[in-house]
């Protein structure tokens, strides 16, 4: 299957080499010079997966992710700098996927985007886990509670896939991060904490129980 991506960067050169070792592994790719320009072309077009940079003209890239956001749950993985915890952190609270650092490998750039489209696109038998109330549906990819249908973020989805699948015990940051993001992640655990409050805010406080100094659960 050939993907499509949507490249976002207002770096030429870097937009060109990503764009020419993408297309150098199958994918396709389409590109964007500007914040503005990127959700335009996301609005016309559809794509697989968004390779979105943080500093922007006309838009940046926390406005653009948070627009893309309101409308779908397309993996998004954020291009920030070297060091820059803080765009990292407030990238993931936006929903975003997975980031790679600059300046980066391009080696470790298609890794990147090999697992996020490997998690998000993969496919598995019919499953419905559900507690209480709450229903995730491995087949729809779809979470409801009650009556109503939660908008989860992919990273969101196997979060709680990954609690609900193992409900009862408690997980580790440490647990999550190579059952979610895989044992090459090399951010920040506490993107694992930003994840949970998003749950937490779209599925409501009781589901998810924090158990202090070790992780996380669903039910008992």
């Not at 870097?14 to 994918?27: D, G, N, P, T, V």
């Not at 940046?60 to 956001?69: A, E, L, N, P």
């Not at 491995?138 to 249908?149: A, C, I, L, P, R």
């Not at 997980?171 to 920040?188: A, E, K, P, T």
Request: with cysteine; proline share 3%.
């Amino acid at each position: 299957m050939s993907y499509s991506i949507l490249v976002i960067e207002d770096d030429l050169d870097i937009q060109e080499l990503i764009k020419e070792f993408l297309r150098s592994q199958a994918y396709e790719v389409t590109v964007a010079s500007d914040g503005l320009e990127g959700i335009r072309i996301f609005r016309e077009k559809p794509v697989d997966l968004v390779i979105l940079d943080v500093m922007l003209p006309q838009l940046d890239g926390h406005s653009v992710c948070k627009m893309i956001r309101d409308q779908s749950n397309v993996p998004i993985i954020m291009l920030t700098a070297l060091g820059e915890e803080t765009d990292q952190l407030k990238g993931f609270e936006l929903g975003v996927d997975d980031y790679v650092s600059k300046p980066f490998s391009f080696n470790v750039l298609i890794k990147r985007v090999e697992a996020v489209l490997r998690r998000t696109h993969r496919t598995e038998p019919s499953q419905r886990l559900s507690y209480n109330g709450l229903v995730l549906d491995t087949e729809g990819h779809t979470v409801t509670v009650g009556s109503k249908k939660p908008d989860l973020t992919a990273k969101e989805f196997d979060i709680l896939h990954a609690l609900l699948r193992n409900r009862g015990k408690v997980l580790s940051r440490d647990m999550l991060l190579n059952q979610v993001w895989g044992i090459d992640f090399y951010g920040d655990p506490r993107v694992v904490d930003t994840h949970i409050k998003n749950l937490r805010k779209k599925l409501g406080s009781s589901y998810i129980q924090t158990v202090k100094g070790i992780g996380y659960k669903i039910g008992d």
